[in-house]
DNA sequence: TGTCCGATTGGT
DNA sequence: CCAATCGGACAG
């Protein structure tokens, strides 16, 4: 593979989150385990800003159990369980007190297949990462990971490919539509044409590329 | 304490 | 299209 770039410094992640988001494509999601070390290229997030946002866990602004590291410091990992089976990884922006995020919805398998696979009971690369729910199983996140510093050893993201704007797609978040006035946000960012981005309905096509 | 429901996924 | 499955959010 190709070799690992620097690890991403605080200063990155704290920035608005629809500004973080499209900067984490094409970095590398690195997540180490006594099983060993697994890596995918990100190719999907989202950006969700509380408390305006009315799609974000944080909306409104007051600060809950769930929520809590939102609220704290940038470069940490926001890691919230859904369905009562599966997780979601986001990676915490922006100041102290500002509960913005940018969730990871999609990778690019490239480190520890073997082990994804096993994780993920499928050997189908379509299917091993593309979703926040299967990546985060591919890579052995759950809540227990919640709060992890992404500029540490367990869980981090490091430099690893740029891609132009011309080659960044824009669209509405998936499965929000419980939002009225932030619905329609172009806050869904991906890779042009990278078959790891997850499979979503036609509405949520490309609506235009990165400004 | 009780009720409701989801930033999803996999199988009909 | 629909069920799985459970902790958090919130009403009372």
Known sequence: MERIGTVLPRDFYARDAAEVAPCLLGKLLCRRTEQGLCAGMIVETEAYQGPLDDAAHSYGGHPTERTRVMYGPAGHAYVF??????????????????????????????????????????????????????????????????????????????????????????SPRVNIDYATVYRDRLWRFFLKENPCVSAVPRRYAPRGILE
Do not use: W
């Open 81 to 170: 369980s859904i369905y009562g089976m599966h997780s979601c990884l986001n990676a915490v922006t922006a100041d102290i007190g500002q509960p913005q995020a940018v969730l990871i919805r999609a990778l690019e398998p490239m480190e520890g297949l073997a082990l994804m696979e096993a994780r993920r009971g499928t050997a189908d690369p379509r299917l091993l990462c593309s979703g926040p729910g299967r990546l985060c199983q591919a890579l052995g996140i759950t809540r227990a990971q919640n709060g992890l510093d992404l500029t540490g050893e367990e869980l981090f993201i490091a430099e690893y490919r740029d891609y132009p704007k011309a080659g960044i797609c824009v």
